[in-house]
């Protein structure tokens, strides 16, 4: 077996190990992200069961509405601090021009 077959072998090799460890490593932080959504936007329609919520939701029952959760470093009194609206995204659409 000549060097050049050997490491075209070894270069094949090498990028099919770290194109699964990218897809293993994916799927793991795809999991962890999704949690990370409770403190996104949401909306709620008629028929779906309220939010957990650290006051009675006061919403006209009929329609649907878009809420979020209020971050406590926003000032909300708890992690339930239900808000109407969509949150403001404070980030560009490029996450690393973020501070």
Same mark, same amino acid.
């Given at each position: 077996?000549?060097?050049?077959?050997?490491?075209?072998?070894?270069?094949?090799?090498? @990028?099919?190990?770290? %194109?699964?460890?990218?897809?293993?490593? +994916?799927?793991? !932080?795809?999991?962890?992200? =999704?949690? @990370?959504?409770?403190? %996104?936007?949401?909306?709620?329609?008629? +028929?779906?069961? !309220?939010?957990?919520?650290? =006051?009675?939701?006061?919403?006209?029952?009929?329609?649907?509405?878009?809420?979020?959760?209020?971050?406590?470093?926003?000032? =909300?009194?708890?992690?339930?601090?239900?808000?109407?609206?969509?949150?403001?995204?404070?980030?560009?659409?490029?996450?690393?021009?973020?501070?």
């Amino acid at each position: 077996m000549n060097t050049t077959t050997r490491t075209l072998k070894r270069t094949i090799t090498a @990028a099919l190990l770290s %194109g699964g460890v990218a897809v293993a490593w +994916g799927l793991s !932080l795809g999991a962890g992200t =999704a949690q @990370a959504d409770a403190f %996104g936007n949401h909306q709620w329609c008629p +028929g779906q069961t !309220l939010p957990q919520a650290d =006051a009675p939701i006061t919403w006209d029952m009929g329609i649907c509405h878009d809420w979020h959760y209020q971050s406590v470093r926003d000032g =909300a009194p708890s992690l339930y601090h239900v808000v109407e609206g969509v949150y403001p995204n404070p980030c560009p659409p490029f996450a690393f021009l973020c501070p």
